[in-house]
């Protein structure tokens, strides 16, 4: 029986490859589309971003698409033929699993960062505990005066440096204790600035930015908008800023003293808001100078609820795309095909078929001896494998999650029929007998491939590093042509299989002729596409 953990390790290895190609489709494709559009407001940029870090959230939640498997343009066409059924076994982890592997290496990384994230929120708990509130009554009523319907509270502590936002049940705004040194411009483009961050709920758009990157931390593009959100958060709070408070100098001179404050030191955790924190405070600054007009960094609900559908409607269109397209999730048939010595045996033919119905599925042993049939629904299949110079093996398995299943092959045996001539005796005193014919069955001759067609690697196909191996299914008739051609195995690219019944159809026998009478019989014919 395999092994739980890599089981489980194989699950969230097709789960997180999956969501990471999609993930990689949907953010180019929002990077493509804001270079298009070229939105002049952060606030806009940020939301349509927001957007996207929703919809990739929900996209481990659907099913997704694995790589294709493999599989120099080899044919074969065969009779069925009787062969010897010996015992397979099913032995767990005699060959690496390297996606068992991967997927609990990931799960592994996921949780440490998972928990590191949760120690500093509580580390931020903490800090806020003992901190001490803010009581000046004219920071208060100022704070009040620029309070946009949210309850906030205000806390001063000397453990950091720079000014910050932490949002939970309440929001907090952390100072640093210099603040009762800053000059009232200075105060009041700080909580003009904090208390956008407030209004935008960016603390809780930045706690799922940091789940995302918990979850995709190998996913290069995650960070990169995490990167991207974080800068365009504060750019829109300093729009916002600027707005209100309408002294765009004063603005400047207090986010460039706040920067020199707070330079060279860390503080808390980099997924809170910070005012200055960012390395591209001197962009900000000559951006606020630039002279332009300001619009609000907070867009309306009705904008919001716009983005919130587009990220939903994103995500349900992957989903689509995984069920449409996903073929190669589900089930997952795996293992090593070896000789009686322990060596790999490769171009073995893996065949699987579905006791239950007429499905079949096929591949081919690579050079290490390795297979894999992917996409298959839980149910009881007959593995059947062969090989040249090798007796068939073939075994009932029931596929209820995704197993591995290593085979060995024995030597076929050779068989001799060897007659020995005698003479019958000369019995005279016995009667003769009248001369009497018996007709003698199970004379057969099979069937002889006499013109054989190439099919032709689809262009396409080669290009996109398309490989497969096709199951053709037909009768051969009385005359030596191919009747009723279908395909039996549906996990196969569509166009591989319309390239192998392109051929195939041309393809004429030497009728099969039993006791001297041809008669139709049914083949299997096995295409194999394969790439150097």
């Not at 997704?64 to 010897?84: K, M, N, Q, S």
């Not at 808001?273 to 300001?294: C, D, H």
């Not at 010595?341 to 499905?359: E, K, L």
């Not at 995704?402 to 024995?410: A, E, H, K, N, P």
Request: hydrophobic letters at 45%; charged letters at 20%; one cysteine or more.
């Amino acid at each position: 029986m395999e092994s739980p953990a890599l089981e489980f390790g194989r699950e969230a290895f097709a789960l997180l490859a999956g969501a990471s190609w999609k993930a990689a489709a949907l953010i180019t494709a929002v990077w493509v589309a804001l270079r298009l559009l070229r939105p002049s407001r952060p606030a806009v940029e940020h939301g349509i971003w927001t957007a996207a870090l929703v919809a990739t959230l929900l996209l481990p939640a659907v099913g997704l698409l694995g790589p294709a498997p493999p599989a120099t343009l080899a044919i074969e066409a065969e009779l069925p033929v009787l062969a010897e059924a010996t015992a397979v076994s099913v032995t767990p982890g005699s060959s690496t699993d390297w996606r068992g592997l991967a997927g609990l290496l990931a799960v592994l990384v996921t949780s440490i960062l998972l928990a590191h994230g949760l120690w500093q929120r509580l580390r931020v708990h903490q800090l806020i505990s003992r901190a001490q509130a803010v009581t000046d009554p004219s920071l208060q009523r100022l704070s009040e005066s620029l309070e946009t319907g949210q309850t906030t509270k205000l806390v001063s502590t000397p453990e950091i440096s720079t000014p910050l936002v932490f949002s939970g049940l309440r929001s907090v705004i952390l100072l640093p204790e210099t603040w009762s040194a800053w000059s009232p411009a200075k105060l009041r483009a700080v909580l003009l600035h904090e208390l956008a961050h407030v209004e935008r709920r960016d603390g809780w758009v930045m706690a799922a930015m940091s789940l995302t990157t918990t979850m995709f931390w190998f996913h290069p593009l995650a960070w990169l908008v995490r990167s991207r959100l974080m800068t365009l958060a504060e750019m829109a709070c300093d729009d916002h800023a600027v707005r209100e408070g309408r002294d765009r100098e004063s603005y400047a001179e207090a986010l460039l003293e706040i920067a020199r404050s707070g330079q060279g030191k860390r503080t808390l955790p980099a997924t809170l808001p910070a005012m200055a924190r960012t390395a591209r405070v001197a962009g900000r600054i000559e951006r606020i100078l630039e002279g332009r007009a300001y619009v609000s960094g907070i867009l309306s609900g009705k904008g919001l609820r716009r983005l919130a559908l587009a990220g939903l409607s994103a995500a349900v269109m992957l989903s689509l795309v995984s069920i449409t397209f996903g073929q190669a999730g589900g089930i997952v048939l795996s293992g090593t095909v070896v000789d009686a010595s322990g060596a790999r045996v490769p171009r073995a033919s893996v065949r699987i078929f579905d006791v239950s119905g007429d499905g079949a599925e096929a591949t081919t042993s690579s050079a290490d001896g390795s297979y894999t049939l992917s996409g298959l629904q839980p149910s009881t299949y007959d593995v059947e494998v062969q090989a040249r110079g090798f007796s068939a093996q073939r075994q009932r398995v029931d596929l209820s999650s995704s197993q591995q299943l290593d085979i060995r092959l024995g030597v076929a045996p050779i068989e001799e029929v060897i007659i020995i001539a005698g003479q019958r005796p000369d019995d005279s005193s016995q009667p003769a007998r009248p001369r009497q014919r018996t007709r003698v069955g199970g004379n057969v001759q099979k069937a002889k491939l006499l013109q054989h067609v190439q099919p032709i690697y689809p262009t396409s196909a080669q290009q996109e590093g398309v490989e497969g191996t096709v199951l053709l299914e037909a009768v051969i008739s009385q005359e030596g042509a191919p009747m009723g051609l279908r395909a039996v195995n549906s996990v196969v690219d569509q166009r591989l299989v319309d390239a192998a019944i392109e051929a195939v159809r041309y393809w004429r026998y030497k009728p099969t002729h039993l006791n001297g009478q041809p008669v139709e019989v049914v083949t299997t014919m096995t295409v194999i596409f394969q790439l150097p």
